[in-house]
């Protein structure tokens, strides 16, 4: 069993940052992928951004690259989102995700994912 804790939402004006956090506890040994997700009122939700936990490569939504870095710490099984540039278009419900596979599919799907934190709150104005 995986738990995952996500923190560092807020509100903040367009072209402001926000770094979230997310902490996995329990069997965090087990994971091969972690990615962030987010879903606006209204909307599906989206991958955003995922990570390899093995390799650290990297993988990015069209529309966040060159403004989001994901990135772990293994030391502390933490993985971060560093939001930069944020428009209100990026104001969303941010989750994050962890799968044990190493070949589950596509990073942005949503079925590949076997745990989900509760969500943190990202409110960009304008």
């Known amino acids: 069993q995986v738990y995952l804790v996500e923190s560092g939402g807020g509100s903040v004006q367009a072209g402001g940052s926000l770094r979230l956090s997310c902490a996995a506890f329990g069997y965090t040994y087990s994971i091969y992928w972690m990615g962030w997700f987010r879903q606006a009122p209204g909307k599906q939700r989206e991958g955003v951004a995922a990570i390899s936990t093995g390799d650290g490569s990297t993988y990015y939504a069209d529309s966040v690259k060159g403004r989001f870095t994901i990135s772990q710490d293994n030391a502390k099984n933490t993985m971060y989102l560093q939001m930069n540039g944020l428009k209100p278009d990026d104001t969303a419900m941010y989750y994050c995700?962890?799968?044990?596979?190493?070949?589950?599919?596509?990073?942005?799907?949503?079925?590949?994912?076997?745990?989900w934190g509760q969500g943190t709150q990202v409110t960009v104005s304008s």
């Open positions: 995700a962890a799968d044990f596979r190493v070949n589950g599919g596509a990073w942005f799907s949503l079925a590949r994912y076997q745990y």
